[in-house]
Protein backbone atom coordinates (compact mmCIF):
# COMPACT_ATOMS: atom_id res chain seq x y z
CA UNK A 1 0.00 0.00 0.00
CA UNK A 2 2.74 2.56 1.09
CA UNK A 3 5.27 1.57 -1.88
CA UNK A 4 3.16 0.96 -4.77
CA UNK A 5 -0.15 2.02 -3.95
CA UNK A 6 0.08 5.52 -2.82
CA UNK A 7 -1.23 5.06 0.43
CA UNK A 8 -0.73 8.29 2.92
CA UNK A 9 -1.61 10.30 5.77
CA UNK A 10 -2.90 13.32 4.12
CA UNK A 11 -3.00 16.45 6.37
CA UNK A 12 -1.97 15.89 10.86
CA UNK A 13 -3.66 19.48 11.32
CA UNK A 14 -3.20 20.97 14.50
CA UNK A 15 -6.64 23.56 15.63
CA UNK A 16 -5.88 26.28 17.67
CA UNK A 17 -8.32 28.17 19.32
CA UNK A 18 -7.84 32.07 19.57
CA UNK A 19 -9.83 33.25 22.08
CA UNK A 20 -7.90 34.36 23.85
CA UNK A 21 -6.47 36.61 21.90
CA UNK A 22 -9.13 39.18 21.63
CA UNK A 23 -8.13 42.86 22.16
CA UNK A 24 -8.70 46.57 20.75
CA UNK A 25 -6.22 47.27 18.63
CA UNK A 26 -5.04 45.14 15.71
CA UNK A 27 -1.55 45.47 16.44
CA UNK A 28 -1.93 44.06 20.17
CA UNK A 29 -4.92 41.28 18.56
CA UNK A 30 -1.93 40.30 15.80
CA UNK A 31 1.01 39.92 18.37
CA UNK A 32 -1.11 37.63 20.73
CA UNK A 33 -2.38 35.67 17.83
CA UNK A 34 1.33 35.16 16.30
CA UNK A 35 2.64 33.99 19.61
CA UNK A 36 -0.09 31.73 20.02
CA UNK A 37 0.27 29.69 16.89
CA UNK A 38 4.05 29.78 17.16
CA UNK A 39 4.01 28.38 21.02
CA UNK A 40 1.21 25.82 20.62
CA UNK A 41 2.30 24.52 17.30
CA UNK A 42 6.36 24.64 17.62
CA UNK A 43 6.32 21.09 17.72
CA UNK A 44 3.95 20.18 15.22
CA UNK A 45 6.43 19.79 12.16
CA UNK A 46 9.00 18.15 13.89
CA UNK A 47 6.64 15.39 15.58
CA UNK A 48 5.01 14.98 12.30
CA UNK A 49 8.67 13.71 10.65
CA UNK A 50 9.82 11.81 14.04
CA UNK A 51 6.06 9.95 12.94
CA UNK A 52 7.28 9.48 9.42
CA UNK A 53 10.55 8.01 10.51
CA UNK A 54 9.62 5.66 13.26
CA UNK A 55 6.56 4.21 11.14
CA UNK A 56 7.12 4.59 7.55
CA UNK A 57 4.07 6.20 6.85
CA UNK A 58 4.31 9.33 4.64
CA UNK A 59 2.35 12.50 6.25
CA UNK A 60 2.31 14.63 3.31
CA UNK A 61 0.93 17.97 5.01
CA UNK A 62 1.32 19.93 8.76
CA UNK A 63 -1.30 22.11 8.92
CA UNK A 64 -3.09 24.67 11.39
CA UNK A 65 -6.76 25.73 11.93
CA UNK A 66 -7.48 28.47 13.86
CA UNK A 67 -10.66 30.08 15.17
CA UNK A 68 -13.22 31.80 12.32
CA UNK A 69 -11.05 35.45 12.35
CA UNK A 70 -14.43 37.69 12.09
CA UNK A 71 -15.20 35.80 15.67
CA UNK A 72 -12.32 37.18 17.40
CA UNK A 73 -11.74 39.92 15.81
CA UNK A 74 -15.22 41.28 15.06
CA UNK A 75 -14.10 45.05 16.46
CA UNK A 76 -11.83 45.28 13.29
CA UNK A 77 -12.49 47.45 10.36
CA UNK A 78 -10.89 46.01 6.94
CA UNK A 79 -7.46 47.03 7.55
CA UNK A 80 -7.31 45.78 10.69
CA UNK A 81 -8.44 42.35 9.05
CA UNK A 82 -5.32 42.32 6.97
CA UNK A 83 -3.36 42.94 9.85
CA UNK A 84 -4.20 39.97 11.49
CA UNK A 85 -4.38 38.14 8.02
CA UNK A 86 -0.38 39.05 7.53
CA UNK A 87 0.38 37.92 11.38
CA UNK A 88 -1.43 34.81 10.51
CA UNK A 89 0.98 34.03 7.48
CA UNK A 90 3.70 35.35 9.02
CA UNK A 91 3.20 32.47 12.42
CA UNK A 92 2.79 29.41 9.62
CA UNK A 93 5.92 30.11 8.14
CA UNK A 94 7.43 30.15 11.26
CA UNK A 95 6.21 26.85 12.40
CA UNK A 96 7.40 25.78 9.10
CA UNK A 97 3.53 24.11 8.33
CA UNK A 98 1.87 23.83 4.58
CA UNK A 99 -0.78 25.67 5.49
CA UNK A 100 -2.84 27.89 7.81
CA UNK A 101 -6.90 27.79 7.69
CA UNK A 102 -9.47 29.70 9.39
CA UNK A 103 -9.53 33.16 7.84
CA UNK A 104 -13.27 32.74 7.86
CA UNK A 105 -16.63 34.27 8.56
CA UNK A 106 -19.78 32.31 9.41
CA UNK A 107 -22.82 34.49 7.73
CA UNK A 108 -25.49 31.76 7.02
CA UNK A 109 -28.12 33.81 8.36
CA UNK A 110 -26.25 37.41 8.38
CA UNK A 111 -23.15 39.48 8.48
CA UNK A 112 -22.11 41.43 11.40
CA UNK A 113 -19.59 44.15 11.00
CA UNK A 114 -16.39 41.53 11.85
CA UNK A 115 -17.98 39.56 9.31
CA UNK A 116 -18.05 42.25 6.63
CA UNK A 117 -14.31 43.70 7.48
CA UNK A 118 -13.38 40.06 6.56
CA UNK A 119 -15.02 39.04 3.67
CA UNK A 120 -13.79 42.93 1.98
CA UNK A 121 -10.17 42.25 3.23
CA UNK A 122 -10.37 38.83 1.50
CA UNK A 123 -8.74 39.43 -1.53
CA UNK A 124 -5.70 41.93 -0.36
CA UNK A 125 -4.89 39.35 2.32
CA UNK A 126 -4.84 36.24 0.22
CA UNK A 127 -2.75 37.89 -2.59
CA UNK A 128 -0.39 39.35 0.24
CA UNK A 129 0.14 36.28 2.06
CA UNK A 130 1.70 32.25 1.19
CA UNK A 131 0.24 29.75 3.37
CA UNK A 132 -3.42 31.47 4.58
CA UNK A 133 -6.49 30.08 3.71
CA UNK A 134 -10.03 31.43 3.94
CA UNK A 135 -13.13 30.09 3.75
CA UNK A 136 -16.83 31.79 3.87
CA UNK A 137 -20.03 29.36 4.85
CA UNK A 138 -23.01 30.92 3.23
CA UNK A 139 -25.81 28.64 4.06
CA UNK A 140 -26.98 25.94 6.14
CA UNK A 141 -29.89 23.10 6.38
CA UNK A 142 -31.40 25.26 9.67
CA UNK A 143 -30.63 28.97 8.83
CA UNK A 144 -31.07 28.80 4.81
CA UNK A 145 -28.65 30.68 1.65
CA UNK A 146 -27.86 34.10 3.04
CA UNK A 147 -27.97 35.66 -0.64
CA UNK A 148 -26.44 38.35 -0.16
CA UNK A 149 -23.30 37.13 0.95
CA UNK A 150 -23.49 34.70 -2.23
CA UNK A 151 -24.29 37.62 -4.41
CA UNK A 152 -20.78 39.12 -2.51
CA UNK A 153 -18.49 36.14 -2.83
CA UNK A 154 -18.99 36.19 -6.65
CA UNK A 155 -17.31 39.72 -6.49
CA UNK A 156 -14.87 38.38 -4.20
CA UNK A 157 -13.50 35.92 -6.02
CA UNK A 158 -13.28 37.96 -9.26
CA UNK A 159 -11.11 40.31 -7.18
CA UNK A 160 -9.24 37.89 -5.72
CA UNK A 161 -8.77 36.38 -9.03
CA UNK A 162 -7.43 39.73 -10.86
CA UNK A 163 -5.76 40.41 -7.80
CA UNK A 164 -3.11 37.25 -7.68
CA UNK A 165 -3.26 37.46 -11.86
CA UNK A 166 0.33 36.91 -12.00
CA UNK A 167 -0.25 34.01 -10.87
CA UNK A 168 -3.53 32.92 -12.94
CA UNK A 169 -5.68 33.43 -10.05
CA UNK A 170 -3.94 31.03 -6.90
CA UNK A 171 -5.56 32.91 -4.41
CA UNK A 172 -8.88 31.43 -5.69
CA UNK A 173 -7.48 28.11 -4.89
CA UNK A 174 -7.33 29.34 -1.22
CA UNK A 175 -11.19 30.46 -0.77
CA UNK A 176 -13.77 28.02 -0.57
CA UNK A 177 -17.48 29.14 -0.12
CA UNK A 178 -19.80 26.58 2.20
CA UNK A 179 -23.03 25.60 2.85
CA UNK A 180 -23.10 23.16 5.93
CA UNK A 181 -19.23 24.16 6.76
CA UNK A 182 -17.90 21.61 9.39
CA UNK A 183 -16.21 23.29 12.56
CA UNK A 184 -13.38 20.14 12.47
CA UNK A 185 -12.70 19.63 8.64
CA UNK A 186 -8.36 19.12 8.79
CA UNK A 187 -8.78 19.81 4.83
CA UNK A 188 -7.83 23.03 3.46
CA UNK A 189 -8.55 25.18 1.94
CA UNK A 190 -11.33 25.44 4.23
CA UNK A 191 -10.61 24.32 7.92
CA UNK A 192 -11.23 26.54 10.90
CA UNK A 193 -11.01 25.50 14.46
CA UNK A 194 -14.83 25.84 15.18
CA UNK A 195 -16.11 27.22 18.19
CA UNK A 196 -17.25 23.78 19.71
CA UNK A 197 -14.07 22.21 20.10
CA UNK A 198 -11.35 22.19 22.75
CA UNK A 199 -8.41 24.41 23.54
CA UNK A 200 -6.23 22.53 21.00
CA UNK A 201 -6.68 19.01 19.00
CA UNK A 202 -5.03 17.13 16.68
CA UNK A 203 -7.35 16.02 13.78
CA UNK A 204 -6.20 13.80 10.54
CA UNK A 205 -6.88 13.42 6.76
CA UNK A 206 -6.43 10.01 5.67
CA UNK A 207 -6.07 9.15 1.80
CA UNK A 208 -6.10 6.40 -0.38
CA UNK A 209 -7.46 6.33 -3.66
CA UNK A 210 -4.79 4.14 -5.01
CA UNK A 211 -5.22 1.44 -2.24
CA UNK A 212 -8.90 1.51 -3.21
CA UNK A 213 -8.23 1.11 -7.15
CA UNK A 214 -6.30 -1.50 -6.57
CA UNK A 215 -8.84 -3.43 -4.26
CA UNK A 216 -11.38 -3.18 -7.14
CA UNK A 217 -8.53 -3.90 -9.88
CA UNK A 218 -8.46 -7.21 -8.10
CA UNK A 219 -12.33 -8.34 -8.33
CA UNK A 220 -13.02 -7.84 -12.26
CA UNK A 221 -16.21 -10.22 -11.82
CA UNK A 222 -17.34 -8.84 -8.52
CA UNK A 223 -21.02 -7.41 -8.45
CA UNK A 224 -21.47 -4.00 -7.45
CA UNK A 225 -22.73 -5.14 -3.96
CA UNK A 226 -19.94 -7.27 -3.23
CA UNK A 227 -17.05 -4.51 -4.43
CA UNK A 228 -19.11 -2.16 -1.99
CA UNK A 229 -17.57 -4.91 0.74
CA UNK A 230 -14.05 -4.81 -0.59
CA UNK A 231 -14.35 -1.29 -0.53
CA UNK A 232 -15.57 -0.94 3.25
CA UNK A 233 -13.00 -3.24 4.33
CA UNK A 234 -10.10 -1.16 2.20
CA UNK A 235 -11.58 1.94 4.09
CA UNK A 236 -10.85 0.64 7.50
CA UNK A 237 -7.73 -0.30 7.07
CA UNK A 238 -6.56 2.93 5.59
CA UNK A 239 -8.77 4.54 8.51
CA UNK A 240 -6.99 2.60 10.66
CA UNK A 241 -3.47 3.91 9.89
CA UNK A 242 -4.98 7.72 10.22
CA UNK A 243 -6.28 6.69 13.79
CA UNK A 244 -2.67 5.08 15.33
CA UNK A 245 -0.75 8.34 13.71
CA UNK A 246 -3.81 10.57 15.52
CA UNK A 247 -3.21 8.94 18.94
CA UNK A 248 0.61 8.67 18.40
CA UNK A 249 0.68 12.34 17.56
CA UNK A 250 -1.39 13.59 20.45
CA UNK A 251 0.65 11.90 22.98
CA UNK A 252 3.52 13.12 21.57
CA UNK A 253 2.28 16.47 21.37
CA UNK A 254 0.27 16.67 24.70
CA UNK A 255 -2.51 17.52 22.59
CA UNK A 256 -6.48 16.22 22.63
CA UNK A 257 -7.02 13.68 19.93
CA UNK A 258 -9.96 14.94 17.74
CA UNK A 259 -11.00 13.12 14.29
CA UNK A 260 -10.10 11.02 11.35
CA UNK A 261 -11.58 12.58 8.35
CA UNK A 262 -11.52 9.05 6.52
CA UNK A 263 -11.78 11.36 2.77
CA UNK A 264 -10.63 9.96 -0.49
CA UNK A 265 -7.92 12.86 -1.54
CA UNK A 266 -6.92 12.63 -4.60
CA UNK A 267 -3.53 13.71 -5.96
CA UNK A 268 -2.26 14.62 -9.58
CA UNK A 269 0.15 11.51 -9.46
CA UNK A 270 -0.49 9.03 -11.73
CA UNK A 271 -2.41 5.76 -9.74
CA UNK A 272 -3.82 8.13 -7.38
CA UNK A 273 -7.02 9.01 -8.47
CA UNK A 274 -10.61 8.52 -7.60
CA UNK A 275 -11.85 9.65 -11.51
CA UNK A 276 -9.93 6.01 -11.72
CA UNK A 277 -11.54 4.23 -9.29
CA UNK A 278 -14.91 5.00 -11.16
CA UNK A 279 -13.85 3.96 -14.27
CA UNK A 280 -12.41 0.03 -12.58
CA UNK A 281 -16.40 0.42 -11.82
CA UNK A 282 -17.05 0.21 -15.28
CA UNK A 283 -17.41 3.36 -16.63
CA UNK A 284 -15.76 4.68 -20.08
CA UNK A 285 -14.73 7.68 -18.33
CA UNK A 286 -15.72 10.19 -15.13
CA UNK A 287 -18.60 11.93 -16.99
CA UNK A 288 -20.56 8.88 -18.66
CA UNK A 289 -23.91 8.34 -17.48
CA UNK A 290 -23.74 6.12 -14.45
CA UNK A 291 -20.71 8.39 -13.09
CA UNK A 292 -23.12 9.59 -10.14
CA UNK A 293 -24.28 6.07 -8.84
CA UNK A 294 -20.80 5.03 -9.34
CA UNK A 295 -19.59 7.62 -7.12
CA UNK A 296 -23.08 7.42 -4.79
CA UNK A 297 -21.42 3.57 -3.83
CA UNK A 298 -17.71 4.37 -3.31
CA UNK A 299 -18.36 7.33 -1.22
CA UNK A 300 -21.18 5.01 0.81
CA UNK A 301 -18.90 2.33 1.14
CA UNK A 302 -15.81 4.45 1.97
CA UNK A 303 -17.86 6.18 5.05
CA UNK A 304 -19.22 2.63 6.54
CA UNK A 305 -16.10 1.27 6.49
CA UNK A 306 -13.89 3.75 8.19
CA UNK A 307 -16.31 4.52 10.61
CA UNK A 308 -15.83 0.98 12.12
CA UNK A 309 -12.09 2.29 12.50
CA UNK A 310 -12.01 4.85 14.58
CA UNK A 311 -14.14 6.01 17.40
CA UNK A 312 -13.89 9.27 16.62
CA UNK A 313 -15.00 10.11 12.50
CA UNK A 314 -15.59 13.74 11.41
CA UNK A 315 -14.24 16.14 9.28
CA UNK A 316 -16.16 15.99 5.59
CA UNK A 317 -15.43 12.04 5.54
CA UNK A 318 -16.04 10.75 1.76
CA UNK A 319 -14.85 10.97 -2.07
CA UNK A 320 -13.19 14.32 -3.13
CA UNK A 321 -13.62 15.12 -6.75
CA UNK A 322 -10.98 18.12 -7.10
CA UNK A 323 -10.49 18.84 -10.61
CA UNK A 324 -7.24 19.96 -11.13
CA UNK A 325 -6.20 17.32 -8.13
CA UNK A 326 -6.86 14.47 -10.05
CA UNK A 327 -5.23 13.36 -12.87
CA UNK A 328 -8.25 11.43 -14.37
CA UNK A 329 -10.46 14.12 -13.56
CA UNK A 330 -7.84 16.30 -15.46
CA UNK A 331 -8.04 14.12 -18.50
CA UNK A 332 -11.66 14.22 -18.97
CA UNK A 333 -11.93 17.73 -18.65
CA UNK A 334 -9.86 18.43 -20.89
CA UNK A 335 -11.34 15.57 -23.84
CA UNK A 336 -14.39 17.11 -22.48
CA UNK A 337 -15.74 13.67 -21.20
CA UNK A 338 -16.85 16.04 -18.19
CA UNK A 339 -18.71 19.35 -17.49
CA UNK A 340 -19.15 21.87 -14.27
CA UNK A 341 -23.09 20.68 -14.88
CA UNK A 342 -22.08 17.03 -14.62
CA UNK A 343 -19.81 17.83 -11.41
CA UNK A 344 -22.47 19.77 -9.99
CA UNK A 345 -24.76 16.46 -10.06
CA UNK A 346 -21.62 14.12 -8.55
CA UNK A 347 -21.97 16.43 -5.54
CA UNK A 348 -24.92 15.76 -4.38
CA UNK A 349 -23.43 12.22 -3.50
CA UNK A 350 -19.52 12.76 -2.59
CA UNK A 351 -17.94 15.11 -0.31
CA UNK A 352 -17.53 18.95 -0.50
CA UNK A 353 -18.58 20.42 -4.04
CA UNK A 354 -17.17 21.85 -6.71
CA UNK A 355 -13.58 21.82 -6.19
CA UNK A 356 -10.30 23.16 -8.10
CA UNK A 357 -12.66 24.07 -11.21
CA UNK A 358 -10.70 26.59 -13.55
CA UNK A 359 -12.68 28.51 -15.69
CA UNK A 360 -12.16 31.48 -17.83
CA UNK A 361 -11.52 34.77 -16.82
CA UNK A 362 -14.03 37.26 -17.95
CA UNK A 363 -16.29 35.03 -16.28
CA UNK A 364 -18.93 37.53 -14.47
CA UNK A 365 -19.27 37.82 -10.58
CA UNK A 366 -22.91 37.16 -11.24
CA UNK A 367 -22.59 34.02 -12.79
CA UNK A 368 -19.99 32.55 -10.44
CA UNK A 369 -22.49 33.68 -7.37
CA UNK A 370 -25.02 31.44 -8.85
CA UNK A 371 -22.84 28.51 -9.35
CA UNK A 372 -22.16 29.04 -5.42
CA UNK A 373 -26.31 29.42 -5.05
CA UNK A 374 -26.66 26.10 -6.70
CA UNK A 375 -24.10 24.05 -4.95
CA UNK A 376 -25.15 25.67 -1.46
CA UNK A 377 -29.25 24.72 -2.56
CA UNK A 378 -27.72 20.93 -2.70
CA UNK A 379 -26.24 21.41 0.88
CA UNK A 380 -29.02 23.06 2.06
CA UNK A 381 -31.62 20.27 1.28
CA UNK A 382 -29.52 17.29 0.98
CA UNK A 383 -28.17 18.48 4.82
CA UNK A 384 -24.68 17.66 3.69
CA UNK A 385 -21.80 19.57 3.42
CA UNK A 386 -20.87 21.49 -0.30
CA UNK A 387 -18.57 24.24 -1.20
CA UNK A 388 -17.31 25.78 -4.16
CA UNK A 389 -13.42 26.35 -4.76
CA UNK A 390 -13.43 28.29 -8.37
CA UNK A 391 -10.72 29.77 -10.24
CA UNK A 392 -11.29 31.94 -13.07
CA UNK A 393 -8.22 32.39 -14.66
CA UNK A 394 -7.49 36.13 -15.73
CA UNK A 395 -6.45 36.23 -19.59
CA UNK A 396 -7.60 32.97 -20.27
CA UNK A 397 -10.64 30.99 -21.89
CA UNK A 398 -11.74 27.51 -22.59
CA UNK A 399 -8.78 25.51 -25.04
CA UNK A 400 -6.27 26.98 -21.76
CA UNK A 401 -4.45 25.49 -19.34
CA UNK A 402 -3.49 26.45 -15.71
CA UNK A 403 -0.21 24.81 -13.56
CA UNK A 404 -0.59 25.31 -10.35
CA UNK A 405 1.92 22.71 -9.24
CA UNK A 406 2.32 19.72 -6.20
CA UNK A 407 -0.48 18.54 -4.83
CA UNK A 408 -2.72 21.63 -6.41
CA UNK A 409 -1.83 19.99 -10.07
CA UNK A 410 -3.25 21.48 -13.18
CA UNK A 411 -6.56 21.99 -14.83
CA UNK A 412 -7.89 22.55 -18.26
CA UNK A 413 -10.36 25.81 -18.45
CA UNK A 414 -13.77 24.32 -18.41
CA UNK A 415 -16.80 26.12 -20.24
CA UNK A 416 -19.49 27.78 -18.31
CA UNK A 417 -23.28 28.40 -19.28
CA UNK A 418 -23.21 32.23 -19.90
CA UNK A 419 -26.67 32.43 -19.61
CA UNK A 420 -26.78 35.41 -16.75
CA UNK A 421 -28.73 34.92 -13.54
CA UNK A 422 -28.07 38.71 -12.49
CA UNK A 423 -31.64 39.75 -11.76
CA UNK A 424 -31.96 36.77 -9.47
CA UNK A 425 -28.67 37.23 -7.73
CA UNK A 426 -29.38 40.96 -7.22
CA UNK A 427 -32.47 40.36 -5.36
CA UNK A 428 -30.77 39.20 -1.98
CA UNK A 429 -32.11 38.46 1.18
CA UNK A 430 -32.55 34.94 2.16
CA UNK A 431 -33.37 31.82 1.04
CA UNK A 432 -35.83 29.60 3.37
CA UNK A 433 -34.60 26.67 5.13
CA UNK A 434 -36.64 23.65 3.85
CA UNK A 435 -39.49 22.57 5.97
CA UNK A 436 -37.23 18.89 6.90
CA UNK A 437 -34.98 22.29 9.19
CA UNK A 438 -37.98 21.86 11.55
CA UNK A 439 -36.58 18.73 13.12
CA UNK A 440 -36.17 19.75 16.77
Known amino acids: MLQ ?19 AEASSKMAAKIYDKIT ?9 GEEIEREYGLPIINKRISVTPVSIIAGNLNRDGMVEVGRALDRAAQNVGVNFLGGFSALVQKGT ?3 DEALIQAIPQVLSETELLCSSVNVGSTKAGINMDAVGEMGRVIMETSNLTADRDGFGCAKLVVFCN ?3 DNPFMAGAFHGVGEPECTLNIGVSGPG ?8 HPDLSLGELSNVIKKTAFKVTRIGELVGRVASRK ?41 CLAMLNDAVKKGGAMASAHVGGLSGAFIPVSEDQGFIDAAAAGSISLEKLEAMTCVCSVGLDMIAIPGDTSAEIISGIIADEAAIGMINRKTTAVR ?19 GRAPIMPVNRKAPNLFIQRGGRIPAPIHALNN
Open 253 to 293: LDVPFGIVDLSLAPTPAVGDSVADILKALGLEDVGAHGTTA
Open 4 to 22: TQNLDIRTITMGISLMSCQ
Open 390 to 408: IIPVPGKDVGGWVEFGGLL
Open 211 to 218: VVLNSVKK
Open 112 to 114: TKG
Open 39 to 47: TRAERLVAV
Open 181 to 183: AVE
